[in-house]
């Protein structure tokens, strides 16, 4: 199975400030035919389903703000937040969808410090 | 309105059987491959297992494989999981997700139904 690893566990960002998470795969999800990642962002605010933010590692979901992008190749990706909101405090997932067998990472907890 | 809504969690005992559902509205569900996604209390995200739209394919992950199935009926737009021989740590919300069309990331959850195993 392809391990996902993020980093940090939590993060306390003030509003208006740059929040980065980062995750990395045990093996690439770049598949070398259509150079794509397959690699996927979610936002998880409590007693709710995940959202589903970016896709792709870097295409943004319609109606995602454009603060949220993402980036990175192969095994490592970040997600950035370029100017954190009140809204955005959240718990934050990557995932592969490379192998039939999905995983996402351990999650990010997003705070306002 | 495009959503999933899943029902059929509760409390079952070690060992017990119980059936979950999810039935989809607002879709072409038999085009999509569905999936399910457990979450343990206060843990992180864990994908279940997966069908393709018509049903033919499947696939599990190892935690669950071989006392879990997934099946579903696109005429009754609906997606099943049966769990068998559960342990105490199979305690979760199980959510059913779809597939998007664009990737394969998960662009629709439903809202979970809670499942506790215990005695």
């Known amino acids: 199975d392809i391990v996902m690893t993020q980093s940090p566990d939590s993060l306390a960002v003030s509003l208006g400030e740059r929040a980065t998470i980062n995750c990395k795969s045990s093996q690439s999800v770049l598949y070398s035919s259509n150079n794509k990642n397959y690699l996927a962002w979610y936002q998880q605010k409590p007693g709710q389903p995940p959202k589903l933010l970016i896709y792709w590692a870097s295409t943004r979901e319609s109606g995602v703000p454009g603060r949220f992008s993402g980036s990175g190749s192969g095994t490592d990706f970040t997600l950035t937040i370029s100017s954190l909101q009140a809204e955005d405090v959240a718990v934050y997932y990557c995932q592969q969808y490379y192998s039939t067998l999905l995983t996402f990472g351990g999650g990010t907890k997003v705070e306002i410090k | 309105e495009v959503q999933l809504l899943e029902s059929g969690g509760g409390l079952v005992q070690p060992g017990g059987s119980l059936r979950l559902s999810c039935a989809a509205s607002?879709?072409?569900?038999?085009?999509?491959?569905m999936n399910w996604v457990r979450q343990a209390p206060g843990k992180g995200l864990e994908w279940v297992s997966v069908?393709?739209?018509?049903?033919?394919?499947?696939y599990y992950a190892d935690s669950v494989k071989g006392r879990f199935t997934i099946s579903r009926d696109n005429s009754k737009n609906t997606l099943y999981l049966q769990m068998n021989s559960l342990r105490a740590e199979d305690t979760a919300v199980y959510y059913c997700?779809?597939?998007?069309?664009?990737?394969?990331?998960?662009?629709?959850w439903g809202q979970g139904t809670v499942v506790t195993v215990s005695s």
């Open positions: 069908m393709s739209g018509g049903g033919s394919n499947s």
């Open positions: 997700a779809k597939r998007s069309t664009w990737s394969d990331a998960f662009d629709l």
């Open positions: 607002g879709l072409s569900f038999s085009s999509y491959a």
